[in-house]
């Protein structure tokens, strides 16, 4: 569970954190917990409407993620990867990661999680304001049941938002520790918006039945770190980039189906309830089952009760490689192995998996410091993707042979989807 060393402090330095974690807190009285106006103890921030997207550096070790950005000025700064909006004040390094809740804290102040739980830090304390992405639809009222829970070591607070945005709640803050979008337990169960989620597994040589995994979740969640815990969940199946936006009902129950009907697709199960409550499983929803070859299919997603259309897609497919196809690749040389997948590769890398790929072949040299300002000048991913892997192979083989060494590092899954391990 969620807990704060030493270096996790936060501005009052009069509370020295304790070494247990939240979960072994005893129920907090009344003085632990606090409904809390934020814009009264403090003078009112201007609310700034413009920011400037970001990617921090993502550091991985076997059951954590740290992400971190070095702030060189004052700003409003929105992370690609998380959706947190920072407010800095000056210069500041900030680090952070997503943490467990503690539901059953939680539960005895009639709350329920809505969306991460964020442990933040800054040495240099320059954060003055922080935007929580949140899932309300503002027009149905639902945003009134949201605060913002404060975790420390020492109990938890819930702060009441200085202001709510389409996409945000927003807060001052005073404090590094954890932070993350709570709702009243019973509060009614308007619709919010929503992501559908593909993942698909390749057919496995000879077998030509392949799956799609269909998740739906609310739109607050990381899509990377949806990726990330899928990984570790149920190993190679490769994220299928299509529109995911809808608006979904908590407690409702909707059904999936293809369009026209397919007797050589099976979907199960035949309905599945949406709940809008913030889980870090991301377990599947529903799943089709496809068992001939097929280039694309079409999606429709509709509520039980009304039958409506929430969400409908046309789903191109991955080209026909088995999994155990890629074992042709590892018979060929280093530059041509990354031709093979070029494609394939231009699709599949994430913005912070790039970012982290450009970084190591910049460090080791077989990229240098002009073509990295090339790179960065681009605003597309992919052109950034073709670019680096077209780069790389017109350097020979040693070139080629170092890109694959780290992508695996920093990309295991990916680089065992494209058969480069």
């Known amino acids: 569970m969620f807990s704060l060393d030493s270096s996790w402090s936060g501005r009052d330095s009069s509370h020295s954190p304790r070494s247990h974690s939240v979960s072994s807190l005893s129920p907090p009285t009344c003085a632990d917990t606090k409904i809390l106006r934020r814009s009264q103890s403090l003078p009112e921030l201007k609310l700034r409407s413009s920011f400037e997207d970001f990617t921090p550096d993502i550091s991985v070790d076997e059951d954590d993620e740290t992400y971190r950005f070095q702030f060189s000025c004052p700003g409003l700064y929105q992370c690609t990867v998380t959706g947190l909006v920072f407010d800095m004040e000056g210069e500041g390094d900030v680090v952070y990661r997503t943490v467990p809740w503690n539901r059953r804290l939680l539960s005895q102040h009639h709350k329920k999680p809505a969306g991460p739980l964020f442990d933040i830090k800054c040495v240099q304390q320059s954060v003055c304001q922080l935007h929580v992405p949140h899932c309300e639809i503002l027009s149905t009222g639902g945003f009134q049941f949201l605060s913002v829970a404060h975790v420390t070591d020492e109990g938890i607070e819930f702060i009441r938002p200085q202001k709510i945005t389409e996409t945000h709640v927003v807060i001052n803050i005073t404090g590094f520790s954890g932070y993350g979008n709570v709702k009243d337990e019973h509060s009614p169960p308007d619709p919010v918006r929503a992501l559908v989620l593909l993942f698909y597994r390749p057919p496995d040589d000879p077998d030509p039945e392949s799956l799609i995994n269909v998740l739906l979740l609310p739109k607050n969640v990381s899509l990377w770190d949806v990726q990330r815990t899928r990984k570790k969940l149920v190993g190679d199946e490769r994220y299928l980039e299509t529109s995911p936006h809808c608006k979904l009902q908590p407690n409702q129950f909707y059904t999936l189906s293809t369009c026209p009907q397919n007797h050589s697709v099976k979907i199960e199960p035949p309905e599945a309830e949406f709940d809008e409550e913030f889980h870090s499983s991301y377990f599947t929803t529903f799943q089709v089952i496809m068992k001939t070859t097929m280039k694309d299919i079409k ?67 077989v990229i240098n410091d002009s073509e990295r300002e090339s790179m960065d000048e681009m605003e597309n991913k992919r052109d950034k993707a073709r670019f680096v892997i077209d780069t790389v192979r017109k350097k020979g083989e040693v070139a080629s042979s170092e890109m694959i060494d780290f992508l695996c590092e920093v990309d295991t899954f990916l680089c065992g989807h494209l058969g480069l391990m």
């Open 299 to 365: 999606l429709v997603l509709k509520q039980k009760s009304s039958s409506n259309t929430v969400w409908k897609r046309e789903v191109c497919l991955p080209s026909t490689k088995t999994r155990n196809s890629s074992q042709f690749a590892l018979n060929l040389s280093h530059n041509q192995r990354l031709l093979e997948v070029r494609s394939s590769f231009v699709d599949g890398i994430s913005e912070p998996v790039l970012k982290s790929l450009l970084d190591k072949l910049l460090e080791k040299k």
